[in-house]
């Protein structure tokens, strides 16, 4: 793993039909940019164009994850909540 890292973040992106998909990396714009380029997951590769609408920053990868886990047990009613809140 990269030792130079040192943040990691966990973004949603509002993707073209209006879903919402969470993820987490340590290089957040190339990570969107992947996403936006159809190249990121599978689901959002048939839901262009995305939108980054939410980050958080974390110090280790392992928090990142954690939060991941959490944000994708949130209803959409929670994440709009969340991203309008920040």
Not at 4 to 23: F, K, N, P, R
Not at 40 to 54: E, I, M, N, Q, W
């Amino acid at each position: 793993m990269d030792e130079a890292v040192s943040q990691y973040y966990v973004y949603i992106l509002e993707c073209g039909d209006g879903s919402l998909y969470t993820g987490w990396t340590n290089h957040l714009e190339h990570r969107v940019a992947l996403h936006a380029a159809g190249k990121g997951a599978k689901y959002t590769r048939s839901r262009l164009p995305v939108k980054l609408v939410y980050q958080e920053v974390f110090e280790s990868a392992t928090e990142a994850r954690k939060r991941e886990a959490q944000l994708k047990q949130c209803t959409r009613q929670q994440k709009l909540a969340l991203i309008s809140n920040q």
